[in-house]
């Protein structure tokens, strides 16, 4: 499908880097765009509230110098993620930091984005919305998104439990916009494959927890890479809502992965603490992914062996056919 007018024929790779909590900064955000795809963070990392300005004025800046020096280059915009949520007392404020800045794309999740769409399109920027299932893809698309995310199983954090094949089908048969796919992808041959499968773009997040400009500590970014897919637990009990962790960061905190109590999902909150150990802080998210994953690298190395990946699989893909 024909990608919105501010992605079209800005993007080098037809991927989004998700917006990772505490995680996605600047320097990361900045490393993305300018190797051709969309970076993206969370509002709330940039605490307290006032820097949230600073950061984005950073990231255009540094994106303004890059595409500058290098005229011939594609360079990607960048995103915010806004996490439309009851309980982050945040997103006015956050919002009205985007809107005077004119962010090109808003990424949404948790909640209908309806309150934020007109904001968004008054400047002319564009909503993308997380979403697991139909029913929150319709509620998005009522509520007028630009695009939809969908968050499929294996993916890190708050993922879905729908294989991919299952929901993309499903939500291609009632609507011909724009589609991201998360989950489990981490190279080049998988953003090709979601592309085959009805998908314009590829959503990928834990990948980049393993580069140089990420606000991991070492010993997440090495968990990361030391870890295989039967080291994540799906389980509601850190926020309420199910998501995915590295199971060694849920076992140094004292507690046993193979046996977590549930949760309620309306006593999740991003303004304030539990007794539990600090989701993201302590209890670390990846997706099944990490299998796959070997190194710690600067972002735009990921990227340009990602961009070789996706050009050897069309290739493949060439062959076969003929």
């Not at 949760?263 to 909150?269: L, Q, V, W, Y």
């Not at 699989?313 to 003929?322: F, I």
Request: net charge neutral; proline share 6%.
């Amino acid at each position: 499908m024909p990608l919105p007018k501010n992605l079209e024929g800005k993007l080098d790779l037809p991927v989004i880097a998700s917006p990772l909590f505490i995680i996605s900064n600047p320097d990361l955000v900045i490393a993305q765009c300018c190797a051709g795809i969309v970076g993206s963070f969370p509002a709330l990392n940039a605490r307290p509230q006032e820097e949230l300005g600073k950061w984005i004025t950073r990231i255009k800046n540094g994106i303004a110098d890059y595409q500058a020096a290098n005229p011939g280059k594609k360079v990607a915009p960048f995103a915010v993620n806004q996490i439309v949520h009851h309980s982050n007392s945040r997103v006015d404020a956050d919002m009205e930091v985007c809107v005077e800045h004119k962010v090109p794309v808003i990424i949404t999740s948790l909640r209908s984005p309806a309150s934020l769409v007109d904001k968004v399109h008054g400047y002319g920027g564009i909503v993308l919305h997380d979403v697991t299932n139909v029913r929150h893809a319709k509620k998005a698309i009522e509520a007028g998104v630009d695009g939809l995310i969908l968050v499929c199983a294996g993916a890190g954090g708050h993922a879905g439990t729908l294989s991919p094949f299952a929901l993309v089908n499903e939500i291609r048969s009632f609507y011909k916009g724009t589609l991201a796919l998360s989950g489990s992808i981490t190279n080049g041959s998988a953003i090709y494959a979601a592309q085959a499968m009805g998908c314009d773009l590829a959503y990928i997040g834990t990948r980049f927890i393993a580069t140089r400009e990420a606000n991991a500590s070492e010993e997440y970014k090495n968990m990361v890479v030391g870890s295989a897919a039967s080291d994540i637990v799906y389980t509601p009990y850190f926020t309420g809502v199910p998501g995915n962790y590295l199971k060694p960061s849920i076992a140094r905190s004292g507690l046993d992965p193979d046996n977590l109590p549930s949760a309620d999902p309306s006593k999740m909150n991003f303004d304030t603490g539990h007794n539990k150990p600090k989701t993201w802080k302590e209890i670390w998210g990846a997706g099944q992914g990490v299998g796959n994953i070997d190194t710690v690298e600067p972002a735009a190395e990921v990227i340009a062996r990602m961009k070789a990946e996706y050009e050897e699989a069309k290739q493949r893909m060439r062959m076969m056919a003929a």
